[in-house]
């Protein structure tokens, strides 16, 4: 497995990651059994970082990752390093009511997490959206004290903008923001981007198939069950999912001239952005987990960038990517 460093102060990773999330929550029912045979799939061929949030399925995310660890080999459960989301707000229906960033709450949510994960540390923690009530220094300056007493190694960010990324590193070392980032989604390459990089930030990217618009496996067609969110996800609605699979179609037929598949070319697009960054693949399955990791043996020249380029360019996609309400949530849309 290949390796990557999350900026100049995180951790070496696997240059793959594995986002967590479908496998408890938001994209309709999932295989536990599946679920857990793709986590162990992915410890065995060298992924060490597993992404999650402690609100994926309100804790099942965090105990499925625990399970899937107490039933690895010893020598991946070692090298196993989990990432953890906090803050949101949830219901008992599963509605999401706000974020919470108050240094008492970041800790009790860890306490929670580490419970849950069956751990004594979490190795990068880090809120899930900015609470709007809460500077970011009281937020930051709380982990650094979790940080401090060993219950987390490294601090993160998530879909933080520019000026906050400037705040938050002036408190405490920061290892990598968690962020969108994919042929559809390329916001971060204006500020965002240049800023973690001059500050020594890694970027763990998700989102990198658009959550399987640009996979190559979704059709117009296809129907959504009710539980799953992309049915309200603008990028999936109407003339834009049909605007959107046209660019697919033209990059499936780049992936077809090189003999790999669309997702292929996708993820390895984001590999090809810079070393700075690993790309989470959210596979909930052991095949679409073989498939991203195909993705390492992809080597796109000059050419087939430029191609990429004029097949999908940036800022072709139609529809933000998340509904209004959720979009007012994102400092780094701000």
Same mark, same amino acid.
């Given at each position: 497995?290949?390796?990557?460093?999350?900026?100049? &102060?995180?951790?070496?990773?696997?240059?793959? @990651?594995?986002?967590?999330?479908?496998?408890?929550?938001?994209?309709?029912?999932?295989?536990?059994? +599946?679920?857990?045979?793709?986590? =162990?799939?992915?410890?065995?061929?060298?992924?060490?970082?597993?992404?999650?949030?402690?609100?994926? @399925?309100? *804790?099942?995310?965090?105990?499925?990752?625990? +399970?899937?660890? $107490?039933?690895?080999?010893?020598?991946? !459960?070692?090298?196993?390093?989990?990432?953890?989301?906090?803050? %949101?707000? !949830?219901?008992?229906?599963? *509605?999401? &009511? @706000?974020?919470?960033?108050?240094p008492n709450a970041v800790k009790n949510f860890a306490a929670y997490s580490l419970q849950r994960l069956g751990t004594d540390h979490i190795d990068i923690y880090r809120i899930a959206r900015v609470d709007p009530d809460v500077p970011i220094e009281e937020t930051v300056g709380a982990i650094a004290e979790l940080v401090e007493a *060993?219950?987390?190694?490294?601090?993160?960010?998530? +879909?933080?903008?520019?000026?906050?990324? $400037?705040? %938050?590193?002036?408190?405490?070392?920061?290892?990598?923001?968690? /962020?969108?980032?994919?042929?559809?989604?390329?916001?971060?390459?204006?500020? /965002?981007?240049?800023?973690?990089?001059?500050? *020594?930030?890694?970027?763990?990217?998700?989102?990198?198939?658009? $959550?399987?618009?640009?996979?190559?496996?979704? &059709?117009?067609?296809?129907?959504?069950? #009710?539980?799953?969110?992309?049915?309200?996800?603008?990028?999936?609605?109407?003339?834009?999912?049909?605007r959107n699979l046209d660019l697919v179609d033209a990059l499936r037929k780049i992936a077809e001239q090189k003999g790999v598949s669309v997702a292929q070319t996708a993820i390895a697009w984001v590999l090809s952005r810079g070393a700075d960054i690993v790309p989470l693949v959210g596979a909930r399955r052991r095949d679409r987990l073989?498939?991203?990791?195909?993705?390492?043996? /992809?080597?796109?020249? %000059?050419?087939?960038?430029?191609? /990429?380029?004029? #097949?999908?360019?940036?800022?072709?996609?139609?529809?933000? $990517?998340?509904? &209004?309400?959720?979009?007012? =949530?994102?400092?780094?849309? =701000?």
């Amino acid at each position: 497995m290949q390796t990557r460093t999350l900026g100049t &102060t995180g951790p070496q990773t696997s240059a793959l @990651g594995l986002g967590c999330m479908g496998m408890s929550a938001l994209y309709g029912d999932s295989d536990r059994g +599946e679920s857990l045979a793709t986590l =162990h799939a992915a410890l065995d061929a060298g992924i060490t970082l597993l992404d999650t949030g402690d609100f994926y @399925g309100m *804790g099942h995310n965090e105990l499925l990752i625990n +399970e899937a660890l $107490r039933s690895a080999p010893a020598a991946a !459960r070692e090298k196993a390093q989990i990432s953890v989301k906090f803050g %949101a707000l !949830r219901t008992v229906e599963g *509605g999401f &009511t @706000g974020y919470d960033g108050r240094p008492n709450a970041v800790k009790n949510f860890a306490a929670y997490s580490l419970q849950r994960l069956g751990t004594d540390h979490i190795d990068i923690y880090r809120i899930a959206r900015v609470d709007p009530d809460v500077p970011i220094e009281e937020t930051v300056g709380a982990i650094a004290e979790l940080v401090e007493a *060993g219950h987390v190694r490294h601090i993160g960010l998530s +879909e933080v903008g520019a000026q906050t990324l $400037r705040r %938050a590193a002036a408190v405490a070392p920061i290892s990598d923001l968690q /962020i969108e980032y994919s042929l559809l989604s390329r916001g971060i390459e204006e500020a /965002i981007l240049p800023t973690a990089r001059e500050l *020594g930030i890694g970027v763990t990217a998700y989102g990198v198939l658009s $959550r399987g618009l640009i996979s190559g496996h979704f &059709t117009r067609d296809r129907k959504l069950a #009710a539980n799953d969110f992309r049915g309200r996800s603008p990028r999936f609605q109407g003339e834009n999912l049909d605007r959107n699979l046209d660019l697919v179609d033209a990059l499936r037929k780049i992936a077809e001239q090189k003999g790999v598949s669309v997702a292929q070319t996708a993820i390895a697009w984001v590999l090809s952005r810079g070393a700075d960054i690993v790309p989470l693949v959210g596979a909930r399955r052991r095949d679409r987990l073989a498939e991203a990791l195909g993705a390492l043996d /992809i080597t796109l020249d %000059a050419d087939d960038l430029a191609a /990429i380029e004029r #097949a999908v360019p940036a800022g072709a996609a139609a529809g933000d $990517r998340y509904p &209004t309400d959720q979009m007012a =949530h994102l400092d780094s849309e =701000h």
